[in-house]
């Protein structure tokens, strides 16, 4: 009997925030004015041309490319959270699954667009599928990209089509079309056996399948930059140096919106202290893998300082990019891991303040991965207007950028406003199970 | 040294600077004496220095400047000299004809970009700059070279073009004996002269031996293009296709299937990977879908 | 004289051909039923019939009666100046050959170029650099253009087939299909590509005019422009715009199938193999492995002096 209150308990709880109330609103309202005043920049740029960006010959990969990486990398915690950790049987995981997986989805389905903000002919988009050259790395891109935009939404929505099921039968007060909606998605899910395993092994085989193209998408997004001969880009460990990265923006990432649906949705029972515990190692762990990637890279070509390089290098560590490249490395990378380590510091509030720092250093980390190489070509620089050599990005760019990090916090609002942010049946389920073991 | 010496005292003794300065430029170009009292055959009047203005201004302008304006790039060593000063007017037709024709140094030869009509243009031109300018006409009839019989025969045995030159004078053939004969190959954008410019020994004969590694075309035939200059006959030239060269059929650069070529000469392994990789996800995600159909249809309305 | 009757003969042949091509495409729309004819019609004399190219390239022989011509639209135009400038020139393959020690910042390369190509100031598909390799070695000028490389990276990195390398070796760009993704600007290690930040500086003169791609003209806002070794004049059998413009003998140019290279100023011909051999030729980075098809004479001998005033720029590349 005490079981049966519990679950109703539960899903009361967690279906709460799916109602539309006044702070959603006012959110909803300052995302979209803010997301029509960047796009208005984007009209400019769209009108006047790329001039009105700070590119030039030189640099002509500025902070849209930087901006893509970034959206590349954070949409791949989808893959670790819900995909390793789920086939490694981390069961503590199982509550982030879902906040991991809206990340991801926002994130991927908004990369595609920002790489055709880079674009100088954004209207002949088309012509990448009508004359597209698979040797390009860029068509590796857009295919690995759909696909796991695909995969992504699979593996969001195949686990709440039961969810979807009780939001059709007990949510109040939503609209009939709404409600026929939650009905349609959820595909006659009746709870049988046969429907069980199904999912089950759905959910399986996407876990599986997720892993390679999540690698992919990154590893592919390296290429972009390892696939030249450039100095600073020309190295063979990009592909597995960025997929770290991407580990450390994804998970940061997650912890930040782990803290805001805690307080907003007031899941305090269902996101624990214990759940910050555990992802501040998970965010330790891969930091530290990303450090010894950091240092792999640094330190061979600092070791040999070949021509290019050492332009590249000394123009990190002590020339005009040094503040930033420091900034970024201290701050985004080791400051995190050694606070992580005690624990004091994996409470909600301190883990919030750490992952927002790594999670602007995860973003300058992209500044500075492109940026500098490209204003160090093997040749030198000469008979261009400064403007040409030294990338000093204007605000109509920088609100370009923002663009897309507004329609991804557009993309998680709406998701998490419609679907239970935390999955209903699984923790159902989850407490049965103990609750049998108990007896 | 020597030659120009009288000549140039008795024209500028007024002044021993101008004199020593004029001395060492002109002594330094070396003209030889036929060259040197060369004339033109061609009128110079205004049409002449016209058209002599524009081959100026396309080719001598960035170095020499607007003559009479002092505009000449004066950063050059040695610096290119003012064409309307008194020591460029003072040499003859003849020399500057030999200045242009070979060039020095800085000044390039314009031997092959400008004809000699031309060359004459440019020279009428530069002499409207002079007022006490006389022009000395030669008696030189361009016409006359319709009179030359020039004939060039490759002897395969010795891979030698014999050369010979006469001229079909009314009193009979005349040996054009001392022309200056030079073979070519003709290519894209120039012709391509085969060994040195030769002069034709007394029976008005020259050989030029042709190398035996000229690329031709597919079959080895390529125009040869055989040159005389006679002082007196002025230009003729010949021209023949031969199967002379070096069969030459290299495939296009852009055949192999390479990593930078177009879709249809992708390397086969990037054809497969691609390929492979698409196909698998299809097949993941039909499997899925499959799987929600079954779902569907196995669940309670 | 002689040379003005090859030029123009050049043009007559130019533009018959240019007649031909465009019949030809006609020739096509008049559909299968010439080719099912074909074997009757070859009992007919030969002087009923004319070979004609079509537009994909085979040789194809038709009666005369049978050819109706297209009307030269802006359109049939285009497809046609796109498949030439696609093709190349069959059997040849083009180099460029640049002496260092002749060059000195002259700058008549670059603007050359820049008129042909409708650039502006600070757009360079060639571009003079002040070049020191160490500090005890001598400063000295380099110009640059597209290095047409055999393996070229940017040629690779391209998704949608909008720069090209032709069997002559040239390297174009179609900006009628480029995207402006600048990813070929981020491969090329020579920094030969401009991109066309805003709208170009003669747009509003160029309008209307049909895009030869073998020009690049007009420019386009939003794409990518680069040194396409002159393939328009190469075609005319001329030498390239930089080339020719040259006062003082930097450049040559040829057919490496041909074994010769023409001096741009003194339009001297000089065996290709024995000039590079002779004078210690090479490439840049040739350790890239992009096999350039511009080779460099080494600037000894130089017969000019370094300007003083382009020292300090050199000498910012020095080595760290």
């Known amino acids: 009997m005490s079981e049966r209150i519990n679950s109703e308990k539960i899903t009361a709880d967690l279906l709460r925030p799916i109602r539309l109330n006044k702070g959603f609103m006012v959110w909803m309202g300052v995302l979209s004015i803010s997301l029509l005043v960047c796009l208005f920049a984007y009209f400019l740029q769209l009108r006047d041309g790329m001039i009105v960006t700070g590119l030039g010959d030189y640099v002509s990969w500025g902070m849209y490319i930087s901006n893509f990486v970034f959206f590349v990398a954070s949409s791949l915690i989808g893959m670790l959270i819900s995909g390793v950790l789920s086939l490694l049987k981390q069961k503590w995981a199982a509550p982030l699954a879902r906040i991991a997986e809206i990340i991801a989805l926002a994130f991927a389905a908004v990369a595609g667009l920002v790489i055709v903000m880079d674009m100088g002919r954004p209207d002949r988009l088309l012509n990448v599928f009508i004359h597209g050259r698979i040797q390009s790395p860029i068509l590796w891109d857009v295919t690995v990209i759909t696909s796991y935009m695909i995969v992504s939404a699979l593996f969001l929505y195949i686990p709440l089509i039961p969810d979807l099921k009780i939001c059709a039968q007990k949510l109040t007060n939503i609209p009939p079309f709404a409600r026929k909606i939650y009905e349609f998605l959820s595909l006659n899910w009746s709870d049988t056996p046969v429907q069980r395993e199904l999912i089950r092994k759905s959910t399986r085989t996407i876990a599986i399948l997720i892993i390679p193209i999540a690698l992919a998408i990154h590893t592919v997004t390296s290429w972009l930059f390892a696939n030249t001969s450039r100095a600073g880009w020309d190295s063979t460990i990009f592909g597995p140096y960025f ?172 998701l998490a406003k419609v679907i239970p942010i935390i999955p209903i049946h699984e923790t159902i389920e989850h407490q049965q199970e103990i609750a049998s073991k108990k007896k | 040294m020597n030659y120009p010496t009288k000549k140039l005292k008795s024209i500028l003794a007024f002044s021993f600077m101008i004199c020593f300065a004029f001395q060492s430029f002109a002594a330094s170009w070396n003209v030889p004496e036929d060259q040197k009292t060369r004339n033109s055959y061609i009128k110079f009047d205004a049409s002449t220095a016209s058209q002599g203005e524009a081959i100026y201004n396309a080719n001598c302008l960035s170095c020499h400047g607007d003559p009479g304006k002092g505009n000449n790039l004066k950063s050059l060593n040695p610096i290119p000299p003012e064409l309307s000063s008194v020591g460029s007017q003072n040499l003859t037709d003849g020399e500057l004809l030999y200045i242009l024709n070979t060039g020095r140094a800085v000044m390039p030869s314009f031997k092959n970009s400008l004809s000699e009509e031309k060359m004459w243009h440019v020279i009428s031109y530069l002499r409207g700059f002079n007022k006490n300018y006389v022009q000395t006409l030669s008696s030189f009839d361009p016409s006359k070279s319709k009179l030359v019989k020039l004939v060039a025969n490759f002897d395969k045995a010795k891979n030698a073009f014999l050369i010979v030159a006469y001229a079909n004078e009314k009193n009979g053939k005349k040996a054009l004996v001392g022309s200056e004969v030079s073979l070519f190959v003709k290519r894209r954008f120039g012709n391509l002269q085969i060994d040195k410019t030769l002069k034709t020994d007394g029976s008005g004969q020259a050989e030029i031996v042709f190398p035996n590694d000229i690329p031709g075309n597919k079959t080895g035939e390529l125009e040869v293009i055989v040159k005389l200059f006679d002082l007196n006959y002025g230009e003729v030239q010949t021209t023949s296709r031969l199967a002379i060269g070096v069969p030459t059929n290299k495939p296009g650069l852009n055949e192999q299937r390479a990593i930078w070529n177009v879709l249809e000469k992708a390397p086969y392994w990037i054809l497969f990977l691609y390929s492979l990789g698409v196909i698998s996800f299809l097949i993941f995600i039909l499997y899925i879908l499959n799987n929600l159909r079954k779902f569907r249809i196995s669940g309670n309305k | 004289m002689i040379e003005n009757n090859q030029k123009s003969n050049k043009n007559t042949r130019r533009e018959f051909l240019q007649n031909l091509g465009i019949v030809g495409v006609g020739s096509l729309l008049a559909g299968s039923a010439f080719f099912a004819a074909r074997k009757y019609d070859s009992k007919k004399t030969a002087a009923d019939r004319v070979k004609v190219l079509t537009a994909e390239n085979k040789l194809v022989e038709i009666e005369k009666s049978a050819i109706t011509e297209v009307e030269k639209t802006p359109a049939t135009q285009l497809t046609y100046l796109q498949k030439q400038g696609r093709d190349g020139i069959a059997g040849s393959r083009f180099v460029m050959v640049i002496d260092l020690s002749k060059c000195q910042n002259a700058r008549k390369c670059m603007s050359a170029c820049q008129n042909a190509h409708h650039l502006r100031p600070e757009q360079h598909h060639i571009n003079v650099l002040k070049m020191q390799e160490t500090e005890t070695t001598q400063p000295y000028y380099m110009p640059k253009p597209c290095q047409h490389c055999d393996n070229p990276p940017c040629v690779a990195v391209c998704p949608v087939d909008a720069t090209f390398k032709r069997q002559d070796g040239i390297v174009l760009i179609d900006n009628e299909r480029c995207i402006g993704c600048r990813f070929c600007i981020a491969a090329c290690p020579y920094s030969a590509r401009v991109f066309n930040w805003q709208e170009p500086l003669n747009a509003q003169a160029d309008e209307g005019l049909v895009y030869n791609v073998e020009l690049n003209v007009p420019q386009k806002k939003g794409t990518i422009s680069k040194c396409l070794f002159s393939a328009d004049r190469v075609r005319e059998g001329k030498l390239p715009y930089c080339v020719s413009a040259c006062p003082n003998g930097v450049y040559y140019f040829g057919d490496e199938n041909e074994d010769v290279v023409t001096n741009g100023t003194t339009k001297e011909s000089f065996r290709f193999k024995k000039l590079i051999a002779d004078n210690a030729g090479y490439t840049l980075m040739p350790e890239l492995g992009t096999k350039p098809r511009v080779y460099y004479l080494p600037p000894k001998g130089k017969s000019y002096p370094f300007q003083e005033k382009d020292r300090e720029e050199a000498a910012e590349h020095l080595p760290i």
């Open chain 1, 243 to 414: 997929v770290a990265g991407a580990f450390v923006a994804g998970t940061a990432a997650v912890i930040i919106a782990m803290f805001i649906f805690r307080k907003v949705y007031h899941l305090e029972e269902y996101i624990t202290e214990f759940h910050f515990d555990k992802i501040g190692q998970l965010l330790v762990l891969v930091s530290l893998l990303y450090l010894y990637f950091n240092v792999n890279e640094y330190m061979v070509p600092a070791y040999k300082m070949k021509r290019a390089d050492a332009f590249h290098i000394h123009e990190l560590f002590v020339g005009s990019h040094a503040l930033l490249f420091w900034i970024t490395q201290l701050g985004g990378l080791i400051i995190p891991i050694i606070l992580l380590i005690l624990k004091p510091f994996r409470k909600p509030i301190p883990m919030l303040v750490i992952s927002t720092m790594v999670l602007i250093g995860s973003w300058l980390k992209r500044y500075i991965i492109v940026i500098p190489t490209m204003e160090h070509p093997y040749l030198p620089v000469q008979n261009v207007p400064l403007k040409f050599s030294v990338y000093t990005p204007t605000l109509i760019e920088i609100l370009v950028t923002i663009a897309p990090m507004i329609m991804v916090l557009l993309i998680i609002t709406v």
